[in-house]
């Protein structure tokens, strides 16, 4: 994992930075990430304990929320227009097991899931950042109801904060469960980001790193993606990074929608499998082995700033 990050919003490394804990908020089955008495962000990691939608609703393996320093939320769950949205969240859509495909995205179908298993704090020599390994599993179920695990998932989490930025770095390795699993193409799937119900098309901006914008980034690769929109207090920005090119040879596309879809509210997803399906195995990188980036600030984040954090990041 990169214990580096964004000095150039420093001016001269990690400068500011304010002691995190964690608790384990148990009536809401998530392990929360903390400055001082400040939330910053959680991680549930027991299925949701009051889903809107009833039980078929009652997800883990998200992060919700993640927060500005100034504490501005940029993370929705459970929008009324997508119940099955969870923050930042991960699953694939579909996924073909011995012939047959089934939907690991839309829970409600039950029909798959991703879910937490464990989550394990890891030792840090920094007491300012705090870091964790989950054990997620990839289930598939039948129609009669029984179910199994398709893949294996192990995530590394870092969370820290500094007075300027919070920033969130993901690693996801995945391994089929004893049976080849192999990751459908559709329009999107994986790594999303679900942001501020507030932010639309008439108060947010999207830009991406091949210079596109919302009405017109939807199915082209990027490396990064940054939207900013209004606060309380002022403005705030979220960053996401991909590894993709680096990690698979090529970025992955986007998933976004345009004025036309609810609104412009800000949705972001990173899909290797736009184009084709990829086995789950260790050649193809792209779906095996992903790693992400995101950054929050209570300020706009411009095109050379999120180059300049990609290109640091990557080079880290």
């Not at 920005?237 to 976004?256: F, H, M, T, W, Y």
Request: proline letters at 5%.
């Amino acid at each position: 994992m990169n214990r580096n990050w964004i000095g150039m919003f420093t001016g001269a490394g990690l400068i500011g930075v304010l002691m995190l804990s964690c608790v384990t908020a148990e009536s809401l089955g998530r392990v929360e990430f903390r400055q001082r008495d400040k939330l910053v962000a959680g991680f549930q990691k027991e299925p949701l304990p009051t889903p809107v939608g009833g039980e078929k609703f009652a997800a883990s393996a998200f992060i919700h929320p993640f927060r500005t320093p100034g504490g501005f939320e940029l993370t929705t769950i459970q929008p009324s227009d997508h119940l099955h949205h969870f923050g930042i969240w991960w699953p694939w859509k579909y996924i073909e097991v011995e012939g047959k495909k089934y939907n690991t995205w839309e829970i409600q179908e039950l029909r798959g899931a991703h879910v937490t298993r464990e989550v394990r704090e890891l030792p840090w020599t920094n007491n300012a950042i705090k870091a964790w390994e989950i054990h997620n599993e990839t289930l598939i179920k039948s129609k009669q109801g029984d179910s199994k695990v398709a893949i294996h998932e192990v995530a590394h989490v870092t969370v820290q904060a500094t007075d300027e930025a919070t920033v969130l770095d993901l690693t996801l390795r995945q391994k089929a469960g004893g049976t080849l699993v192999t990751i459908v193409n559709y329009l999107y799937s994986g790594f999303s980001w679900r942001g501020p119900q507030q932010w639309n098309k008439d108060n947010s901006t999207m830009l991406t790193s091949a210079g596109k914008g919302r009405e017109n980034a939807n199915g082209t690769p990027a490396r990064w993606v940054v939207v900013s929109g209004p606060t309380t207090n002022g403005m705030a920005s979220i960053l996401l990074l991909s590894a993709a090119e680096r990690l698979a040879g090529n970025p992955e596309k986007l998933r976004v929608w345009g004025a036309a879809n609810h609104n412009g509210e800000p949705f972001v997803n990173f899909n290797p499998v736009m184009q084709k399906s990829m086995p789950l195995e260790d050649a193809s990188p792209a779906v095996a082995l992903r790693k992400y980036r995101v950054i929050a600030m209570d300020k706009a984040i411009d095109a050379v700033t999120a180059e300049a954090e990609w290109k640091k990041w990557i080079a880290d």
